[in-house]
């Protein structure tokens, strides 16, 4: 298992380009099963979890090709099977993203039961309970949920018991086929969820009410391929912003989006960061100062996300004052904490939240990744500790941070892979 050594001091100083979203790659990919013809998928990020979806498409039948410039054209019409095989799945649960699309154009579809993983439990019932508004029946059989509706979907009006961005997702793929008019309520408002209304729209599909909570959707006979550019990855863009401001640094981004970060770049100016936006670039400097301590609470969509938290959690850790970091969205996402107490953080945890009092200098240690932007926090603990720090297991790093240790590099950090 790869691993990363970092040696900690420097301040992050230089400017990197933001990948493609990892976070609508994958739907935008399990998307293209409801086309008649070929979509051609630009800006897709290199990362495991995107090769991952590409490899479960490959083996649906769907013929895929790289072209020079790594966009991605995908072919479904030549898709043979309907099954989401358990090894795929076990190795990223948003596999579960093809099971509306292949239901709605079909009529079938065969994925294996995401398990729970270590940030919570992670059900997906209203997937599930939403397709059967939709008039699909389900089995949950040897581990497999099966999913039939030979005479198609229909138009439903369904309310979602929470805000969930897979389930809207889910749904919203599947009814742009359906006979008649759907509608989704408490739908997931994230960036991502419009992005895939967007590319949606753009292969024929009739969608109202894109980015509010209420999705319409008029069900139509066929969607069209088309060629579609995934949006900026709002996560990394506010992961590379904190490792700036936790090392007091200056750091410039480009190619991203500070419309869709609002609750993140608050939280950083109260931070004491100086943030400034121009087009697509996104610019922040700490002046070399040592940030300031901010309390946190996460929650859907446009409040602070959940897939921030770990990080922010980390520059808490070195920043001046107390803060109280609490998570909503999933039960286990505090873990990471544990690892920081290693490297001399001072963190306590009640319940869901983590009391953090700032300490000046976090200490090199090894430590372990436990999931996605756990990681990506013991990497900016690591940059701001004396000494070294070895990350272990970083294949969760791997699965949504593209070139991670280029663009450190590029920012002036001493930090390198070592193979396992
Ligand atoms: C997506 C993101 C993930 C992010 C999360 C929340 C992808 C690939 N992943 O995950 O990075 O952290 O949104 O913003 O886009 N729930 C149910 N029943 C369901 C579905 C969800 O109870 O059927 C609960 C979950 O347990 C969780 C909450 O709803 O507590 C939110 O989960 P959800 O929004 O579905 O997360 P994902 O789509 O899996």
Redesign the pocket.
């Given at each position: 298992m790869d691993k990363l050594i970092i040696q900690g001091g420097p301040k992050i100083c230089g400017e990197i380009r933001i990948s493609g979203s990892?976070?609508s790659g994958?739907?935008i990919l399990a998307a293209t099963l409801l086309a008649n013809g070929p979509m051609n998928i630009c800006n897709l990020p290199h990362l495991n979890?995107i090769t991952t979806m590409l490899a479960l498409l490959r083996c649906m039948g769907v013929g895929i090709t790289i072209n020079e410039n790594m966009a991605v054209e995908v072919d479904p019409t030549t898709l043979t099977d309907h099954e989401a095989p358990y090894e795929l799945v076990k190795t990223m649960?948003?596999s579960i993203?093809v099971l509306g699309p292949t239901l709605a154009k079909f009529g079938k579809a065969d994925v294996s039961f995401p398990g729970g993983c270590a940030i919570?439990?992670?059900?997906?019932?209203?997937?599930?309970r939403g397709l059967e508004a939709m008039g699909a029946e389900i089995e949950v059989d040897g581990g497999y949920i099966r999913a039939r509706a030979p005479n198609g979907l229909k138009g439903t009006h369904f309310v979602m018991?929470?805000?969930?961005?897979?389930?809207t997702?889910n749904l919203l793929m599947a009814a742009t086929l359906a006979e008649g008019t759907t509608i989704l309520e408490n739908a997931?408002r994230?960036p991502?969820v419009v992005d895939l209304a967007e590319c949606l729209v753009a292969m024929g599909a009739k969608i109202t009410g894109i980015g509010s909570n209420r999705l319409e959707i008029e069900g139509v006979k066929a969607l069209n391929g088309c060629t579609y550019t995934v949006m900026p990855d709002r996560?990394e863009t506010g992961t590379y912003l904190v490792a700036a401001a936790a090392t007091g640094g200056s750091i410039k981004l480009r190619d991203t989006r500070a419309d869709i970060l609002t609750a993140v770049i608050h939280k950083l100016e109260e931070a004491g960061a100086e943030i400034s936006v121009e087009g697509d670039t996104i610019s922040l400097e700490m002046h070399g100062k040592r940030p300031k301590a901010v309390n946190l609470r996460t929650a859907?969509?446009p409040a602070f996300?959940?897939?921030m938290q770990a990080q922010f959690t980390a520059m808490n850790a070195v920043a001046i004052g107390t803060s109280a970091v609490t998570e909503t969205?999933?039960?286990n996402r505090l873990i990471q904490v544990h690892e920081l107490n290693r490297m001399g953080a001072n963190i306590t945890l009640e319940g869901n939240t983590a009391l953090i009092t700032g300490v000046e200098r976090l200490t090199g240690a090894p430590v372990m990744a436990t999931d996605?932007r756990a990681s990506a926090s013991l990497v900016i603990a690591a940059m701001t500790a004396e000494g070294e720090t070895l990350v272990d297991r970083i294949y969760h790093i791997d699965r949504g941070y593209e070139c991670i240790e280029e663009k450190l590099q590029q920012l002036g950090v001493n930090i390198r892979r070592v193979p396992g």
């Amino acid at each position: 298992m790869d691993k990363l050594i970092i040696q900690g001091g420097p301040k992050i100083c230089g400017e990197i380009r933001i990948s493609g979203s990892k976070n609508s790659g994958l739907p935008i990919l399990a998307a293209t099963l409801l086309a008649n013809g070929p979509m051609n998928i630009c800006n897709l990020p290199h990362l495991n979890d995107i090769t991952t979806m590409l490899a479960l498409l490959r083996c649906m039948g769907v013929g895929i090709t790289i072209n020079e410039n790594m966009a991605v054209e995908v072919d479904p019409t030549t898709l043979t099977d309907h099954e989401a095989p358990y090894e795929l799945v076990k190795t990223m649960r948003a596999s579960i993203l093809v099971l509306g699309p292949t239901l709605a154009k079909f009529g079938k579809a065969d994925v294996s039961f995401p398990g729970g993983c270590a940030i919570g439990s992670r059900p997906v019932d209203i997937h599930l309970r939403g397709l059967e508004a939709m008039g699909a029946e389900i089995e949950v059989d040897g581990g497999y949920i099966r999913a039939r509706a030979p005479n198609g979907l229909k138009g439903t009006h369904f309310v979602m018991d929470v805000v969930t961005v897979g389930g809207t997702e889910n749904l919203l793929m599947a009814a742009t086929l359906a006979e008649g008019t759907t509608i989704l309520e408490n739908a997931a408002r994230e960036p991502e969820v419009v992005d895939l209304a967007e590319c949606l729209v753009a292969m024929g599909a009739k969608i109202t009410g894109i980015g509010s909570n209420r999705l319409e959707i008029e069900g139509v006979k066929a969607l069209n391929g088309c060629t579609y550019t995934v949006m900026p990855d709002r996560i990394e863009t506010g992961t590379y912003l904190v490792a700036a401001a936790a090392t007091g640094g200056s750091i410039k981004l480009r190619d991203t989006r500070a419309d869709i970060l609002t609750a993140v770049i608050h939280k950083l100016e109260e931070a004491g960061a100086e943030i400034s936006v121009e087009g697509d670039t996104i610019s922040l400097e700490m002046h070399g100062k040592r940030p300031k301590a901010v309390n946190l609470r996460t929650a859907p969509y446009p409040a602070f996300p959940t897939d921030m938290q770990a990080q922010f959690t980390a520059m808490n850790a070195v920043a001046i004052g107390t803060s109280a970091v609490t998570e909503t969205i999933f039960e286990n996402r505090l873990i990471q904490v544990h690892e920081l107490n290693r490297m001399g953080a001072n963190i306590t945890l009640e319940g869901n939240t983590a009391l953090i009092t700032g300490v000046e200098r976090l200490t090199g240690a090894p430590v372990m990744a436990t999931d996605l932007r756990a990681s990506a926090s013991l990497v900016i603990a690591a940059m701001t500790a004396e000494g070294e720090t070895l990350v272990d297991r970083i294949y969760h790093i791997d699965r949504g941070y593209e070139c991670i240790e280029e663009k450190l590099q590029q920012l002036g950090v001493n930090i390198r892979r070592v193979p396992g």
